[in-house]
């Protein structure tokens, strides 16, 4: 097989970048002068629309799903683009309600990055957006809206945005696994009740049905002795995995989207929380003919197999791994001095208590009715309105260390828009890689602390993932002036 040619292929149908590039020549030709510079190095343009749609999620067996999509299908096309380089997506709103997109991981300007009242006017049905920024780290990113997200995320809207690297790891298939989890009924429709507040003071809306780019996966088919990146994006609303893959030693190179030590998973368990995403390395070492399943069992008494790597009957195309190093290069992150950092406490509160009961809420600042979570005492609710007052204001260019408590009975991925951030410690002891991140579980009762330079100007959201505790209050703003 020859390696460098096939390593693109995807079994999973993507997108031809060239099907979503638009009208670059009239763009040229708009401006009034010649602009040859801008013209030899024109931005790829994409133009995706919100739009309700129908999509089989679950087989031929049941009637199609209605679904909330970008571009007409779940999940939305794969954006494929590459690092530094500057891109432009059209974003048109045809549905019946307000939307935003938040490309998430990616260190843009604040006023590209999607939150409605707080970094742009929300884009109203039947009108549209364009948003414009050069991603200057390669990884795995996603895309999903930020406006009334329990029902878009919940109905399907997420992407896929892929960073390419100049200097990709070696392998023989790049594919990537958009993870969704839904609540369906018994004829496959998205099941009423977003917003429950019960769920929303306990672990948020957790599905029955998880896809792998759109559909229940029965196999993936596999080549005994091909390489293949596999890059985990999860875009449930609340669902937590916890992956084991039988019969293999998959190596994590990148966690969010940024390159760390290859290395495998603690106690061969991949744990990905909402809005988290793993690259990952996977040898297929197994036995032609064999079935091998991925399993995910982080809910006690819930697991449930997510696919099967299935094995051709074929000699393996290679008689040794592929001698090639998995490492990537890292990206241009400015390094925290965590020696003159400033140091904030961040107190996650609320929620049911392990004994039913809420938790020590008194003395809350609401802002918005049925709030059931904090941060440091205040409520903020919904998905990003108008007026949200900084938590904290940071100097620009300095370094800062967050210490996330989670004085609650959940877990809580917690998201930082605009930047990665060094994991440091997990309840005062280091953590092995100190990878950077941007969106890191903290268990309940514990502490995790996380590092980054202050150097992207804004308002910038920092917020629970699991949507319903977002929406019900676990979110605040920091401001970096
Ligand atoms: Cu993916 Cu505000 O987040
Ligand atoms: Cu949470």
Redesign the pocket.
């Known amino acids: 097989m020859n390696v460098t040619a096939a390593h693109r292929l995807s079994t999973q149908p993507t997108i031809d970048r060239r099907a979503f590039l638009i009208g670059v020549g009239s763009l040229a030709a708009a401006a009034t002068l010649p602009r040859p510079a801008r013209a030899a190095n024109s931005a790829p343009e994409f133009a995706l629309v919100a739009a309700p749609g129908r999509a089989s999620l679950v087989g031929a067996d049941f009637p199609a799903t209605e679904v909330w999509t970008f571009g007409n299908r779940v999940p939305g096309p794969e954006l494929r683009v590459r690092q530094g380089e500057p891109v432009r997506i059209v974003v048109r709103n045809e549905l019946p309600e307000d939307t935003t997109v938040h490309w998430h991981g990616i260190r843009l300007p604040n006023a590209m990055d999607g939150v409605p009242g707080l970094t742009q006017p929300p884009i109203r049905p039947g009108e549209q957006f364009a948003y414009e920024f050069t991603p200057p780290d390669a990884g795995t990113f996603w895309y999903h809206p930020h406006a009334d997200s329990l029902q878009q995320l919940g109905r399907g809207m997420a992407g896929a945005l892929i960073v390419e690297e100049p200097q990709p790891v070696v392998v023989d298939r790049d594919v990537v696994w958009m993870l969704a989890d839904w609540r369906l009924t018994g004829d496959a429709q998205i099941a009423a009740g977003f917003g429950n507040g019960m769920e929303a003071a306990m672990a948020g809306r957790v599905g029955n049905t998880v896809t792998i780019n759109g559909r229940i996966s029965e196999e993936f088919p596999v080549r005994a002795g091909e390489r293949i990146r596999l890059r985990l994006v999860n875009a449930a609303l609340a669902r937590i995995m916890s992956l084991r893959f039988e019969g293999h030693r998959p190596v994590v190179i990148a966690i969010d989207g940024q390159p760390c030590e290859p290395h495998e998973p603690e106690r061969s368990r991949l744990v990905i929380g909402p809005a988290m995403r793993v690259d990952l390395v996977l040898d297929m070492q197994g036995e032609p003919g064999r079935r091998y399943q991925i399993v995910d069992d982080y809910y006690d008494g819930l697991a449930y197999w997510l696919t099967e790597l299935v094995y051709e009957d074929q000699p393996p195309v290679r008689a040794h791994p592929i001698d090639a190093p998995l490492s990537l290069p890292r990206n241009p992150i400015p390094e925290p001095d965590l020696v003159d950092a400033d140091r904030h406490e961040l107190r996650l509160q609320g929620g049911m208590m392990g004994g039913g009961g809420m938790m020590g809420m008194g003395g809350m600042m609401g802002m918005g009715r049925g709030a059931a979570w904090a941060i440091n005492g205040m409520s903020m609710t919904g998905d990003g309105h108008t007026g949200m007052p900084p938590l904290l204001i940071l100097r620009r260019g300095r370094s800062y260390v967050l210490v996330l408590r989670n004085d609650t009975a959940?877990w809580?991925p917690m998201h930082l828009h605009g930047f990665s951030f060094r994991v440091l410690s997990r309840n005062g002891n280091d953590v092995t890689h100190r990878q950077w991140a941007d969106t890191v579980l903290v268990p309940p009762k514990e502490t995790v602390d996380v590092a980054f330079v202050a150097d992207n100007p804004g308002d910038w959201m920092l917020h629970?993932h699991?949507t319903d505790?977002q929406v019900s209050g676990?979110m605040t703003v920091l401001r970096v002036a």
Do not use: A, L, N, P
């Open positions: 959940w809580h629970c699991v505790h676990m």
